[in-house]
């Protein structure tokens, strides 16, 4: 009796342990499924203002503002594609070098951007100095350092009209998949109101 008595206090130890970690694990889950839940619900309050906004450039700012909050990056770009030109166009731009990139034009097959455009997915890079389709063009020519990219298409009907690319999450995080969604979302509903927006104005110049 009293060999197995130190054994049997151990094992109440042991799995005492084992279901504090398992109920850490399951509060760190039920953390990050609400944290997921207040996106979403984020995500929804900004397409019901992006859908009634009828300024096409604040409708883009605050496109690329509530994406930026909800999935905390310190810099991001909403990029259109120019039909004639097959160029994508920095329409609308946050963070340090938001002044200057305005406006800037690269081509519609060149760096993340381009990769995201033309194959129509999104695409994570934590690491964009090791991936073959990270161009450093903009890098160079504005003193900027890309530390991670979350790029989406922004596609309705078919139809590409631009892209959504998130830079440098804060704190040195990983954009993860979980926001790859959440950005698709908002994309898909940016691109709707787009080109529900283009029509109007077409129609209304006929």
């Known amino acids: 009796m009293s060999t197995s008595t130190p054994q049997l206090m151990r094992f109440l130890q042991q799995e005492n342990t084992r279901l504090q970690e398992e109920n850490k694990a399951l509060e760190e889950e039920n953390r990050a499924l609400h944290r997921y839940m207040d996106a979403l619900e984020d995500l929804y309050w900004a397409a019901q203002q992006i859908m009634s906004e009828e300024n096409l450039l604040t409708l883009l700012d605050q496109i690329l503002y509530n994406a930026m909050v909800v999935l905390r990056a310190e810099d991001g770009s909403l990029l259109l594609l120019d039909d004639e030109t097959d160029e994508l166009v920095f329409a609308v731009v946050h963070g340090d070098i938001r002044g200057e990139l305005r406006g800037y034009r690269i081509g519609g097959d060149i760096g993340i951007a381009g990769w995201v455009a033309t194959e129509g997915e999104p695409l994570i890079v934590n690491n964009p100095r090791h991936d073959w389709r990270f161009s450093p063009q903009i890098d160079e020519a504005f003193g900027f350092v890309t530390r991670s990219i979350l790029c989406v298409p922004m596609i309705t009907r078919g139809k590409l009209v631009g892209v959504i690319e998130l830079l440098n999450k804060y704190d040195g995080n990983k954009f993860i998949e979980t926001d790859a969604t959440l950005l698709s979302i908002l994309a898909?509903?940016?691109?709707?109101?787009?080109?529900?927006?283009?029509?109007r104005l077409d129609s209304e110049e006929m």
């Open 188 to 199: 898909h509903v940016a691109a709707t109101a787009l080109e529900d927006m283009r029509s």
